[in-house]
């Protein structure tokens, strides 16, 4: 359904790769509710992936860029601008990845160049972004910028590795620069904390689908979807949230406050009568 929250506002999308990315979902409701778009992924995710496929939907194009790289981000900028006419109003960052996640490498044996790739891919890209967007002066007053972070930035997760420490810093660049551009321009930048989601990247993480189970059972609102997170960014561009900046907002059905659940503790209860292998990687005891 449709209430025309951002009809006439400019927007740029990083990170749709399959239907299954959040930020597919954040572009379809975008378009929904009235906003231009231009999509952006890296050329080998546009080339492997289906991200043309959604800006054929969308009515618009692709412009590949990888968000590391300052060159492609000046010229995702100059160009978006030329195309939707004017300057961007929005702009999604839902980029993440682990090159130590993906290689299984222990957080207690990081490869240090993996450990750059990652905080480079995962959380000083969003500096990058923000920096060029600022030197260009491509966004509008009273736009709006939102990271998609979790909560392993503040709590430790078993298995999610260095990138809980890219989210600790992508959250951090959230409110630095969030100050800086408010301040000069009333631009607002926000992460939004969403819970555990079905998507290519987070399948990645170790034990993904006992942790999905945790979560919707702690969670006294159960796990936020794609979708639902999708609807939440659509009212962080609007302009019903216009002081809204430098938060770190989690949208995880209320995990982030719980400490033990009823459900959780059920669960707990029938797993205490099996069994534990502790010598055994699937257990997780070699591996927390
Ligand atoms: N899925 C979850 O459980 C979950 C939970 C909380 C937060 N998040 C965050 O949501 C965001 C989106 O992830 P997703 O779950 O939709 O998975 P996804 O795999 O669909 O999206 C990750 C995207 O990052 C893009 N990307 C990787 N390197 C890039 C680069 N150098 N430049 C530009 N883009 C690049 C990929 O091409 C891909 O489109 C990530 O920041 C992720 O950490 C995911």
């Not at 359904?1 to 572009?27: E, H, Q, T």
């Not at 890209?125 to 392993?152: C, M, P």
């Not at 990645?204 to 960014?233: I, Q, W």
């Not at 302009?239 to 009823?262: P, R």
Request: proline share 2%; charged share 25%.
């Amino acid at each position: 359904m449709s209430n025309n929250l951002l009809k006439g506002k400019r927007g740029i999308i990083f990170g749709a790769l399959n239907p299954d990315s959040i930020a597919w979902k954040v572009a379809e409701r975008a378009y929904e509710e009235g906003a231009m778009l231009i999509i952006t992924n890296t050329p080998v995710a546009v080339r492997m992936g289906e991200t043309n496929e959604l800006a054929k939907k969308l009515n618009t194009v692709v412009i590949g860029a990888d968000a590391t790289n300052v060159d492609d981000l000046n010229n995702l900028f100059i160009k978006s601008m030329e195309l939707l006419g004017g300057k961007i109003d929005f702009v999604l960052h839902s980029i993440g990845m682990s090159p130590n996640v993906r290689k299984e490498r222990h957080y207690s044996d990081l490869d240090y160049n993996y450990l750059d790739k990652t905080l480079d891919v995962s959380a000083v890209s969003f500096h990058k972004v923000l920096q060029t967007a600022r030197k260009l002066d491509a966004i509008n007053e009273w736009g709006s910028v939102v990271a998609l972070s979790y909560v392993a930035a503040q709590r430790t997760f078993f298995g999610y590795n260095d990138m809980a420490d890219a989210k600790a810093l992508l959250e951090s660049i959230a409110r630095s620069f969030g100050y800086i551009y408010g301040r000069e321009r009333h631009v607002r930048i926000n992460t939004i904390s969403q819970s555990p989601t079905v998507t290519t990247a987070g399948s990645g993480v170790k034990g993904f689908d006992r942790l999905l189970d945790f979560a919707e059972r702690m969670s006294p609102l159960g796990n936020a979807t794609a979708e639902e997170c999708a609807d939440y960014c659509i009212t962080l561009f609007s302009d019903l949230t216009k002081k809204v900046t430098m938060q770190n907002l989690f949208h995880d059905g209320g995990f982030s406050n719980m400490g033990m659940s009823l459900r959780a503790l059920q669960q707990y209860e029938k797993g205490l009568h099996k069994s534990c292998n502790c010598d055994d990687p699937e257990d997780g005891h070699k591996y927390d």
